[in-house]
Structures are given as structure tokens and as C-alpha cells.
């Protein structure tokens, strides 16, 4: 007996070790990569801390420097010096700190990665690329260049929804649309940080060999519903019920912390009457915990602490600092937390909150292992915009560029076309003292501190390159001034990257230059003296600089094209952001003279970033300043076919509708939409005109016609979809059921000016052989299969979208009314002409699930109806598929949204305690 009751006391001591060792293995992923090494060895620096140094750790990160003023240009020189520079701010950060803790550098990283890299095209732009390809690609370069700059923190991806076009700041996301975002937030996180796998406890590279990692934080803006603002003014409240906010605003949010995003940064209003800075529900309890963002470091936009005081929340900034701190935020832009110490002491804040925001700060830097290597090789920018770069930017301008129009197949223009027979024509086409840096900087758009402006096309520019094809080169001599220099691009179109290095031997102004080394010239200058003076100066340039070695832009040797293609141009107009001549017509009678000569005006219209961005919101979504006049002139006193490049940075309207409700757009012979595309964005246009280019842009935002239709059926995608209202959502013909805005003798149809996914090409495509099936994986639960033939006689790639139709709430025992139809998934399809595909598209489960009548979040039994085609109105297939409840209930059990990895182990651990207690009362019967 005595033996058989210490044999049940062993089983039961070995049952308890058993389960031990599995609940090892359960913390195993979390303790190896977070407790083990991330976490631990930011314990182990908190723990040495005093109170007043983790208040330090809670303040603003650095800005990635720039060059000293005297080295301005946009050269790897001056990216070198800069890199310099911020190693200098390192070791002065590090001896100022008693633990040698390092300082982290951040840069904005939404289209480019430092002021001497390339200009990507912004997320509006790459938006309307419809390619997670094209926005992985770019976020991995700009990824690279930030680190190369001395950076690991980029301010990226923005996912807010701008659903009201008056507010400035659209051309900063990607879309209104909460599918497409959450989609690109997944593939904004794969580039920027090299893996959708990894959370804030984990290392973004070997901390071996982290000198030459190319990966850095994702720090996604603005959280959350920033862009739902009440009347479209910046930081003005978003005012909705809890399943919008959720469904809608949230759900990139959900995508970005699932593929492991590491930063947020709040935004200024307030949801649901809470400001987003004192907000623990939907920081701590939804976005940390329900989401998954767990430890990922969170920081406060521009002084939005201090507006605590300002919303009468807080009485002063002690209180503030407080309320933000306890809120989840754990670093300020401003000068709130400066107050931490004196919060803690009045006991307003609990010192274990202090420690958990010092400690995901602290995190954040040994994740990008600013504790092993603080310092940055100043030789990694010479990487910098190189042919890579280049050739990722020309695919995502030409990705994203829509054709919107073209009238009797216009475009595209003839290749070999004389010059003589265009004009360009606006005041974005081409830089000149009247419009300044307008055209460049419309072609760049906001948040982007690029130098490179004398490496960048203007539209005119790239359409004379364009016909101009490089024949051959000569010397021009030397340029000696800033005007000269400016003017430089009319000369030679663009720098003939492929050109051999060339010796010169020509002294310009004392100096002395030579050759052209991966195609710019390099030469030793005055001010620098790196490589010698004068005739002393060295005959190669070291190592692998690709542009100037030293010096400034001034006074250089061209090799540039013998026959440089001159393209007749007049501004027209004065720049858009031109306050003081906003209503000066006397620049159009040469625009409209210079046109009457000619078989094709395009005219460059639009919007330039001092006149679109943050607190830059307008009451009008017509091109400002009398541009549209000028446009409306060229139209009714010329005879010429008028192509218009818009260069936006919101959805854009062409004036009032007349009694036939149509508007100037109806008058114009084709539209390209190009928003904001990058550096090479004027060759992605050119070549789209010329048809080396099929465009495949697709919108991604529906267009309204004027302010008159915000919030209206113009804008599908924020209401339910039943009524006649809005057919035109359904992919039937409009039936406007007698319904419009009315004005005196105009109206406007309650239709958008362009739908959901719309977009033109130089061919046709045709759907047919349309099936879903259940796929059995709960993480896409459904395939959708159809077959898609290029019927025209051009090569192209088409976007094809798959749309949803919920079940009635009815199947599943509720009252709750859903949109008419949501994107469900999409695909580019490259096509040959007369090629035929059988293309697939998984549905994930969270773009089918949505917050039911009770709050609960996943799928629903029912019937679903799977609708594909070119565009939300051109989706005339359809196929019906029942989700059963088995296989409902079996896809929400494993996809439902999981706790933040340090609640499980909290779990993990308190259970292990009590197996302990077990495990000794049970050794102790034995003894």
C-alpha cells in the first residue's frame, strides 16, 4: 500500500513537472525573444535609473540632421557630413547621460528617407498604385536610406482615412478606404521593418550585425479616426458610433499592429468625446491588448499633451503629463513631460507607469540596436538614390498615374510626334521665377525635406527628355550662378546617368573640375578642399561617389544632349499657393495664343504643398486661383485637343455643372490624375502620354463633383447602400429617381465624378467564369476565382477588384443594416494582348468580419454574394457562397483578435505558481 501511494504521489509530481515543461514551452517565444533579450537588458538599464533620467527617456527623439548650412546641395558629400553630424549629437547624447544611454533619430519616412535620397511618390500616389508589391518596395529603400542617414525611427505609414476631401493633409494616406489601407499597412510594415513577424520584443536585426541593418521602427500616424474630422478642419473632433469607428477607421490599425508594427503616434482629436492622448480605453485596452500592439512604443503629435489643458481635461501641465502618460503614451512631441517627476511626486501618476513607458522606449532602441552600434558608417549613404532607387520610384509614379479621361482615344500621343505641335501650358508645368519652386514641389508633395530638386524633372522638362531621347552629348560649359543652375534641366533634360566618365579639364571661376563619374560631375572645391585645389585637383573621384565630391552646385562642366528638344511653354496662371495675384487673370491671353498654334494643349493644373497639407484646409475642392479659367479658355478660344495633368493632392472638382448637368471636365479631351509622384514622377507622366506606358492607376477614393455631395451617396462607403440614392454603388446604371443637388438653373448628379477603383487604360479586359469557394484556411477563409482576358491590342496590367455583399442580418437572428457592397480583396494582372488568365484572390477573414448588432467581432452564417470586376461600378459578375455556422464558428475561434503577448504571459506565469504550490505540497507528501 505504502508503495503504491508514493507511486500516485510520483505521477502526480511528474504530471505537474509535465505540465511545467509545456507551459516552458508556451513562454518559450516570448521569454527568448522578449524577457531573454530585449526586454531583459531593458530591465536591467531601468532598474539602474533614477526617476528623473526615466522622465528624460520619455522625451522627444532627435531628428535626423542635415548637412552644416555651408554644404546645402543635395550631394553624397553633404549626406556624408550630415551623417557626421548626427554622430556627433550621438556622442555628446551618450556622455551627457550617466548610463551612456544612446539617443534615437527619427525622420517623417513617408515618401523618402532623408533630405539626399529619392523622392518616392506619396501615399496618395502609391495608392492609387493598387500594389502592396510597390509599397513594400518603396518602404524597404526608404527603410535603407534612413539608416544610411543615421535613423531607426521612420514617422510611417500615415493610416488615417481622409474622408472629408476639404482637409489637407489627403495626399498623406493611401486611401478612405479601410480594406486597401489595412492591406498597404501590412505591406508598409513588411519594408520598413523586413518581416510582418516580429512585435516590439524582438530584435529588428542580429544585434551582431545591426551596423549594416537595413530595417527600422514603423511608427504609423495618426491613431485614430484623425481623418474623420467635423467639417474637414485639422484636429477637429471625429463624432460617430463605436461600430464605424471600429469597423472603419480601426481596421488598418488592426492590420498594422497584427503584422507587428512597433510605433504609433496619437492624433489630435478627440474620439467619442475622449482626446486621443488621455485615452486608456482605446490606447491600452483596444489597441495594445485587443489588437496585439502590446510594448510598441507610442509617442504624441506636436504638443497634444499640452492641448489637454486646452480641452479643460487636465487643470494644468502636471495633470496633463499625467493623463497622457497613463493613457499609453510614452514619449511627447513638446514640452508636457518634463512634468513626470513632479506628477509622480504629487501623486497624480503611479511610478510603474513611468517605468513601463521608459521601458518601451528603451526597448525600441535595443530592438534597432542603438546599444550595440550608436554610431552610423558614414560610407552607407552612398547608396543613396542610386539606379535601384530610381527605377522603384519610375514604377510606382507609373503605377499610380490614373488616365481618367480620354476622349476618342486621344491618348496616347505619337512617339515620334514633332514638338512643334504641343504646347505646355499652367502653372505646374515648369519652373520659372513667376511659379518658383511650385512645380517641383507638387510633383514631391509634403513631408518630404528631399534636396535633390536639380535631380528632379518638371512635367515640361520630362516630355522634352522624352522626345528628345539623349542623341549624343557635348560640353556646355560652365554654370556660375544659382539662376544658371536652375535653369540647367532645360538644357539637358535629364542627367545622362549612362554616360562614360568623361575627363575635363576646364577651369571655371579658379576652380578646376573634371569628368563625369556615374553620371554627375565630380570636382574639388574651395570651401572643402577634400580632394585639392585648382589644378591639384585629383583626376577620380574615391571610392564610389555617385554625384559631387565636395564643393556646391556652383560653377560646374555638363555633358548633356547635342539636341535637346525645346517644348513651347507659358504659365497661363500664377502658382496655385500665389495669394497675392489668387484672382490675376493677366498671365491667359498668352497661354490661350501660344495654344491657338498648336494640335494639343496639355495643361498642367492643380495644387502645390503650400496650399494642401496640415492646417491647410479649404472650403472648395476646385483647383484654386484661376486656373480653371484658364483651362475653360484653352477649351472654348482654341481648337486644340486638351489633355490636362493633374497634380493633386486631394480629390479635385472642375466647377459648377450647368442645366445639362455637366461640368468643364465633360469638355476636356483627356485627364491624367498624378497626385504626387516622386522623383520620376515627370517620366512616368511623359511616358504614359506617349504611350511607352500603359496607364493602370486606379482611384482609390471616390471623387465627388463639388463640397456639395460630402457626406453624400458620392461617398459610398461611410453609409449603408439600399436605396435608389445610391444604384450607382450597386454596379447598375445610375437611376437618380428624379434625386440631385439643385442651384437656380444647374444641378449635380448624386453620382461621384469618379468611383471607387475607376481607372483607364490603352486596352480592354474581360471578366467571365466567376466561383468562390471555401478554402479551409480561417485566415482567408473564402477563394474567389474568375478568368480575365486582355481583349485590346496593347500589353497592360489590370486591377481587379472582389467586392462583398453581407448576408441579411436576418440568417444570423439580428437587426443591423450593412453596406450594399465592401472590397473584399483585389490583384494586379500583368496581360499580353489576347492573353487569358485564370486569376485566384484570397478573402482574408478580417475583410470579411465586422462588429455584429452586439458588438462581437468575426463572421457571420449566411449567404455572401462575391461581385469582380475594373472598378466599384463595373463589378457586373456575381456568385453567391453560404459560410455555415460550423465553419463560422471555426474560423472565429482562431482568428478571433488575441490578447497582447505580455497578458498571456502574466497568465502563463501566475499559472505556473500555482503549479509550483502544487508541485511542493506534492514532494513534501513524499518525504
Avoid at 445610375?734 to 481607372?759: A, I, M, Q, V
Wanted: proline share 5%.
Amino acid at each position: 500500500r505504502e508503495i503504491s501511494r508514493k507511486i500516485r504521489r510520483w505521477t502526480t509530481v511528474m504530471r505537474i513537472h509535465g505540465v511545467l515543461l509545456l507551459f516552458t514551452f508556451a513562454l518559450l517565444p516570448a521569454l527568448s525573444a522578449g524577457a531573454g533579450s530585449v526586454t531583459s537588458r531593458a530591465n536591467a538599464v531601468l532598474q539602474q535609473m533614477k526617476l528623473e533620467e526615466k522622465q528624460t527617456e520619455m522625451q522627444e527623439w532627435e531628428h535626423v540632421p542635415t548637412a552644416p548650412h555651408d554644404c546645402s546641395n543635395a550631394s553624397l558629400y553633404c549626406a556624408g557630413l550630415a551623417v557626421a553630424r548626427r554622430n556627433n549629437m550621438q556622442k555628446e547624447a551618450m556622455n551627457a547621460s550617466r548610463l551612456n544611454i544612446p539617443a534615437a533619430f527619427y525622420y517623417e519616412a513617408l515618401h523618402s528617407g532623408c533630405a539626399y535620397s529619392t523622392s518616392f511618390p506619396q501615399l496618395i500616389t502609391q495608392g492609387t498604385a493598387w500594389s502592396t508589391e510597390v509599397v513594400t518596395n518603396v518602404s524597404r529603400l526608404i527603410a535603407a536610406d534612413l539608416r544610411a542617414c543615421g535613423g531607426t525611427l521612420g514617422w510611417s505609414p500615415v493610416l488615417n482615412m481622409w474622408t472629408d476631401p476639404r482637409f489637407g493633409r489627403h495626399q498623406e494616406g493611401y486611401s478612405p478606404n479601410p480594406t486597401l489601407s489595412a492591406h498597404f499597412a501590412t505591406a508598409a510594415v513588411l519594408g520598413l521593418q523586413g518581416s510582418i513577424t516580429g512585435n516590439a520584443t524582438t530584435y529588428l536585426c542580429d544585434p551582431d550585425t545591426v551596423s549594416d541593418c537595413p530595417h527600422i521602427v514603423s511608427l504609423a500616424k495618426h491613431f485614430a479616426a484623425y481623418g474623420a474630422a467635423q467639417g474637414g478642419l485639422n484636429a477637429a473632433p471625429a463624432v460617430m458610433g463605436e461600430r464605424l469607428f471600429r469597423d472603419y477607421y480601426l481596421k488598418p490599425w488592426r492590420a498594422f499592429a497584427k503584422a507587428g508594427g512597433r510605433g504609433a503616434m496619437t492624433s489630435h482629436n478627440t474620439v467619442l468625446d475622449v482626446p486621443m492622448h488621455a485615452n486608456p480605453k482605446m490606447v491600452n485596452e483596444v489597441f495594445r491588448k485587443e489588437y496585439g500592439f502590446g510594448d510598441g512604443v507610442i509617442i504624441s503629435d506636436a504638443n497634444d499633451v499640452n492641448v489637454l489643458v486646452d480641452f479643460k481635461v487636465a487643470a494644468n501641465l502636471t495633470q496633463a503629463a499625467a493623463l497622457g502618460a497613463a493613457g499609453g503614451v510614452d514619449n511627447v512631441i513638446g514640452n508636457a513631460y518634463t512634468n513626470i517627476v513632479q506628477a509622480v511626486n504629487q501623486g497624480l501618476l503611479d511610478p510603474a507607469v513611468v517605468d513601463t513607458a521608459a521601458r518601451r522606449n528603451l526597448m525600441m532602441k535595443f530592438a534597432t540596436g542603438l546599444f550595440d552600434h550608436p554610431f552610423t558608417n558614414e560610407s552607407l549613404v552612398q547608396s543613396l538614390d542610386d539606379a535601384e532607387h530610381r527605377q522603384v520610384a519610375l514604377t510606382a509614379a507609373s503605377l499610380g498615374v490614373v488616365l481618367a479621361r480620354n476622349t476618342d482615344g486621344v491618348l496616347p500621343l505619337s512617339p515620334t510626334l514633332d514638338p512643334k505641335s504641343l504646347v505646355v501650358v499652367g502653372p505646374l508645368a515648369d519652373a520659372t521665377e513667376i511659379v518658383g519652386a511650385a512645380p517641383i514641389l507638387s510633383l514631391k508633395g509634403s513631408y518630404s525635406d528631399v534636396l535633390s530638386d536639380v535631380r528632379m524633372h518638371s512635367v515640361r522638362t520630362g516630355i522634352a527628355d522624352f522626345l528628345s531621347q539623349h542623341p549624343g552629348i557635348e560640353e556646355v560649359g560652365c554654370f556660375v550662378d544659382t539662376a544658371e543652375r536652375r535653369d540647367l534641366p532645360d538644357k539637358i533634360g535629364r542627367f545622362p546617368d549612362d554616360l562614360t566618365p568623361i575627363k575635363c579639364a576646364t577651369n571655371c571661376a579658379g576652380y578646376a573640375y573634371f569628368g563625369l563619374q556615374h553620371g554627375m560631375e565630380c570636382w574639388c572645391g574651395n570651401d572643402y578642399g577634400k580632394h585639392g585645389k585648382g589644378s591639384q585637383c585629383s583626376t577620380t573621384c574615391p571610392g564610389d561617389w555617385r554625384y559631387n565630391c565636395g564643393g556646391n552646385f556652383n560653377n560646374m562642366v555638363y555633358k548633356v544632349p547635342q539636341t535637346a528638344v525645346n517644348v513651347s511653354f507659358t504659365e497661363g496662371a500664377y502658382a496655385p499657393s500665389n495669394m497675392k495675384n489668387w484672382d490675376n487673370h493677366d498671365l491667359e491671353d498668352a497661354a490661350v495664343q501660344l495654344a491657338a498654334k498648336t494640335k494639343y494643349a496639355i495643361v498642367v493644373i492643380g495644387e502645390d504643398p503650400d496650399i494642401v497639407g496640415e492646417w491647410k484646409d479649404r472650403d472648395s475642392v476646385d483647383p484654386p486661383g484661376t486656373q480653371l479659367t484658364l483651362l475653360k479658355r484653352i477649351v472654348h478660344e482654341t481648337e486644340a485637343k486638351v489633355i490636362v495633368v493633374l497634380l493633386n493632392g486631394r480629390g479635385l472638382a472642375f466647377g459648377a455643372y450647368n442645366s445639362s448637368g455637366h461640368s468643364l471636365f465633360d469638355e476636356i479631351d483627356a485627364l491624367l490624375v498624378a497626385g504626387r509622384p516622386g522623383s520620376e514622377g515627370a517620366n512616368a507622366i511623359a511616358n504614359i502620354l506617349f504611350g511607352k506606358t500603359n496607364p493602370s492607376g486606379r482611384f482609390a477614393a471616390s471623387w465627388i463633383r463639388n463640397v456639395g455631395q460630402v457626406g453624400s451617396g458620392a461617398q459610398p462607403f461611410l453609409q449603408a447602400m439600399r436605396g435608389k440614392w445610391l444604384a450607382n454603388a450597386r454596379g447598375e446604371a445610375p437611376d437618380y429617381d428624379g434625386r440631385r443637388y439643385d442651384n437656380y438653373e444647374s444641378w449635380t448628379p448624386p453620382t461621384p465624378l469618379f468611383e471607387f477603383g475607376f481607372g483607364l487604360s490603352y486596352t480592354t479586359y474581360n471578366y467571365s467564369g466567376l466561383r468562390a469557394t471555401l478554402s479551409g484556411s480561417p485566415a482567408q477563409p473564402v477563394t474567389v476565382t474568375f478568368t480575365l482576358h486582355n481583349s485590346g491590342s496593347t500589353a497592360g496590367e489590370e486591377v481587379a477588384q472582389v467586392y462583398v455583399q453581407d448576408p441579411s442580418s436576418n440568417e444570423y437572428g439580428q437587426v443591423l443594416v450593412r453596406p450594399w457592397k465592401r472590397l473584399a480583396g483585389f490583384t494586379r494582372v500583368p496581360l499580353n494582348p489576347g492573353e487569358t488568365r485564370t486569376v485566384s484572390v484570397p478573402v482574408l477573414f478580417d475583410d470579411l468580419a465586422f462588429h455584429d448588432a452586439n458588438m462581437v467581432y468575426g463572421l457571420k452564417q449566411g449567404n455572401y454574394t462575391f461581385r469582380v470586376g475594373g472598378s466599384s461600378r463595373q463589378d457586373k459578375l456575381a456568385v453567391s457562397l453560404i459560410l455555415p455556422e460550423t465553419y463560422v464558428e471555426h474560423c472565429n475561434a482562431l482568428e478571433a483578435p488575441p490578447q497582447s503577448p505580455e497578458v498571456r504571459v502574466d497568465q502563463l506565469l501566475d499559472e505556473i505558481a500555482r503549479l509550483k504550490k502544487q508541485l511542493n505540497a506534492a514532494l513534501q507528501g513524499t518525504n
